[in-house]
């Protein structure tokens, strides 16, 4: 069964607090080569039968409809994993 | 500034609750293509300078160390992003 991935990430124009704190984290810590910090979320999705065509329109469908919140999010990948069979 | 994506995943062995209840609300939605959903988490780091093999070595460390939590979570992809400048 083919395992779909689904990247999700909030708006670049909208604050990232999540992604403020560990930035602020890992400076504190003396990590000073990391500059910011975005988090999003990243779905694995097991289909049942091939990763077809129109199996990966109905899942850019339901990531932009179901998975993500489209005022404050942006799907920004939606690729197919290696068959795990 | 290169930007380098983590990815981290809920170990494969343990249950997923957040995965769970999403894929019971696609299969309630008539989504019967889906099989299964996991739900991580993606971040993407910005680095002052080049996305050299020290810098990746330290974006590894701190994936493993602060980012993720290794009795539950494992790192299942670091890779670079086009730099975006």
């Known amino acids: ?4 991935v689904v990247d999700v990430m909030p708006k670049a124009e909208l604050l ?4 403020k704190a560990v930035a602020g984290a890992l400076a504190r810590l003396g990590r000073s080569t990391f500059t910011g910090v975005r988090i999003g979320k990243r779905f694995e999705i097991t289909v049942d039968g091939a990763a077809d065509e129109a ?4 899942v850019r469908q339901v990531a932009e409809d179901i998975l ?3 005022v404050i999010e ?6 197919v994993v290696e068959d795990r069979g």
Chains 1, 2 share one sequence.
Do not use: C, F, K, R
């Open 1 to 4: 069964m083919p395992t779909i």
């Open 16 to 19: 990232d607090p999540q992604g």
């Open 55 to 58: 199996t990966l329109a109905e």
């Open 68 to 70: 993500s919140n489209g």
């Open 74 to 79: 942006d799907v920004v990948g939606i690729h």
